[in-house]
């Protein structure tokens, strides 16, 4: 019992980090490259600058996303292999 609990709560903290990480980082890098970057060392226009910042924010999702497919799927085949050995 205490085994299951210990793992729902490792998965919920999980799930709630990639979740603050999914909502702040996509933002912060679109406002910050757009500004900093393309529009400030690149001299970039101000539309320009919003079509690249996007690039950088969807990547950065797709970064996001691969990285809590990853740790979800090393944590899922870890919590196999400990319930198999009982």
Sequence with gaps: YFRT???LTSTLRTL???TALMITLPVGLYFSS???VFEGSLGMSDRDSYFYAAIV???T???VLA???YVAWNEGSRQ???GKQD
């Design 5 to 7: 609990e210990a793992s």
């Design 16 to 18: 709630l980090f990639f």
């Design 34 to 36: 757009k500004a900093y």
């Design 57 to 59: 924010a969807v990547v």
């Design 61 to 63: 999702v797709h970064v």
């Design 67 to 69: 990285l809590f497919v």
């Design 80 to 82: 196999w292999r400990e």
